[in-house]
C-alpha cells in the first residue's frame, strides 16, 4: 500500500515582502519511477482541475506502486483568490490584458520578477524542477470541446495524449522558447527526457462531475502508462479526434455552421463532444428580421467542436456569452473522426 500524502509548501517572497505558500501534496512510493507533476488552477477561473487532483490524490493513496507524485491543485493561489484569471485583471479584461501576470508564459519563473513570475519559480523549485512528467489541467469555455493539447515531436507528450480517453487531440508544433517565458509543458516538452500534456476541461469558473471525471480518468491513465499505478489505461468509447498535423485535411474536416441573418440562437440541448449525425437538429434561430424560427441542421456527421452562439473573450465577461446572434456568427462546428 502506497504511504499517505504528505502536505509541503512552494514558498514565494513577493514584491512587498510578504509571502504566498502554495500547498502541494506529495506521495512517494519508494520505489524507482517517473515523478509525476500534477497541477491545476494556473488561471484563477479555471477550477475543474482542483477537484481532479484531489480525487487522484485518493487513487493515488490506494495504488501507487512505483514512482512518486507531485499533486499542485492551486498552483496560482492569489488569481485564485483575485477571483480572475491573473491578478493583474479586473472585470471583463482579456487574458491578453495582464501584464505580464499570465503565469502560463512565465515557466520556469524568476525570483527577481513580478509577483506572477516568483510564485511560478517558487512552485518550479520545490516541485517542477523533480518531475519527469507533468499534466497541466486548464479550462477554456464552454463553448469548445474539453480537449488535450499535445506535443507531436515528444515521444513522451504523444504517449500521454493517446493515453488521456479525451475525445479531441490539439496536436502542437515542436520548438519555441527554450529558456524563460514559456509554458509549463513547453518547458517539459523541449527536453526529450521529460513530457508533458495539458488538458482543457471546458468550462470554466465551475466544477462539473462529467469533466472532473474525465480529467481524473486521464490522470489516471497517465499514471498507469508510467506503470505508477496496476492495470492498463482505460480506453476512449469511440474514435480520438485529432488535428493539427495537417492544415488542409483539418479543414476539410471541420465544418461550421453560422447564421446566416441576426436573432437569438437556441441551442437543442446537446454539449461540446457530442456525436452527431449529418442533418440532425442542433439549434434554431429567432430570425430578428421577421420572428420566424431558423431551424439549424448539422452539416456532417462528428464530434461538436464548437457549440452555441459566443464571442471572443467570453469567458471574461457574461456579454460574450449572450446567444444574440449577428449575421456570420459561429453557431457550431463538427469535426469528423
Known amino acids: 500500500m502506497a504511504p499517505a500524502a504528505t502536505l509541503d509548501h512552494a514558498v514565494a517572497t513577493l514584491t512587498d515582502g510578504s509571502e504566498v505558500r502554495t500547498p502541494f501534496w506529495h506521495i512517494d512510493s519508494g520505489r524507482a519511477g517517473e515523478s509525476f507533476m500534477v497541477l491545476a488552477a494556473q488561471h484563477g477561473n479555471e477550477v475543474q482541475g482542483c477537484e481532479v487532483i484531489r480525487r487522484f490524490r485518493e487513487v493515488c493513496e490506494q495504488g501507487l506502486r512505483a514512482g512518486e507524485v507531485f499533486l499542485v491543485p492551486f498552483a496560482n493561489l492569489p488569481a485564485l483568490r483575485h477571483r480572475r484569471s491573473h491578478i493583474s485583471l479586473g472585470p471583463e479584461q482579456s487574458y491578453s490584458d495582464d501584464a505580464g501576470h499570465n503565469m502560463n508564459r512565465t515557466w520556469p519563473g524568476d525570483p527577481e520578477g513580478n509577483d506572477t513570475a516568483r510564485v511560478s519559480h517558487s512552485i518550479y523549485e520545490a516541485v517542477a524542477r523533480h518531475c519527469s512528467r507533468c499534466l497541466d489541467l486548464h479550462s477554456w469555455s464552454r463553448f469548445t470541446a474539453t480537449a488535450t493539447l499535445a506535443r507531436s515531436d515528444n515521444e513522451h507528450s504523444t504517449a500521454m495524449a493517446r493515453a488521456s480517453a479525451i475525445r479531441f487531440i490539439s496536436w502542437r508544433p515542436g520548438g519555441g522558447n527554450t529558456g524563460g517565458g514559456t509554458t509549463i509543458g513547453a518547458h517539459f516538452n523541449n527536453d526529450p527526457a521529460r513530457g508533458a500534456i495539458t488538458i482543457e476541461l471546458a468550462p470554466q469558473w465551475v466544477i462539473r462531475p462529467k469533466e472532473v471525471a474525465e480529467g481524473l480518468r486521464a490522470a489516471t491513465n497517465c499514471a498507469k502508462l508510467f506503470g505508477m499505478l496496476d492495470g492498463d489505461p482505460e480506453p476512449l468509447d469511440g474514435p480520438y479526434v485529432e488535428f493539427g498535423l495537417d492544415a488542409e485535411g483539418d479543414e476539410a474536416r471541420l465544418h461550421k455552421l453560422e447564421?446566416?441573418?441576426?436573432?437569438?440562437?437556441?441551442?437543442?440541448?446537446?454539449?461540446?463532444?457530442?456525436?452527431?449525425?449529418?442533418?440532425?437538429?442542433?439549434?434554431?434561430?429567432?430570425?430578428?428580421?421577421d420572428l420566424a424560427t431558423v431551424e439549424f441542421h448539422a452539416p456532417a456527421a462528428g464530434y461538436l467542436w464548437n457549440y452555441g452562439c459566443f464571442r471572443e473573450h467570453s469567458d471574461v465577461g457574461l456579454p460574450g456569452q449572450h446567444p444574440w446572434a449577428d449575421a456570420g456568427d459561429l453557431l457550431a462546428s463538427v469535426r469528423e473522426s
Open 259 to 289: 447564421a446566416p441573418c441576426a436573432g437569438l440562437f437556441v441551442e437543442a440541448g446537446l454539449q461540446t463532444s457530442d456525436r452527431v449525425e449529418a442533418d440532425q437538429v442542433l439549434g434554431h434561430l429567432i430570425r430578428e428580421e
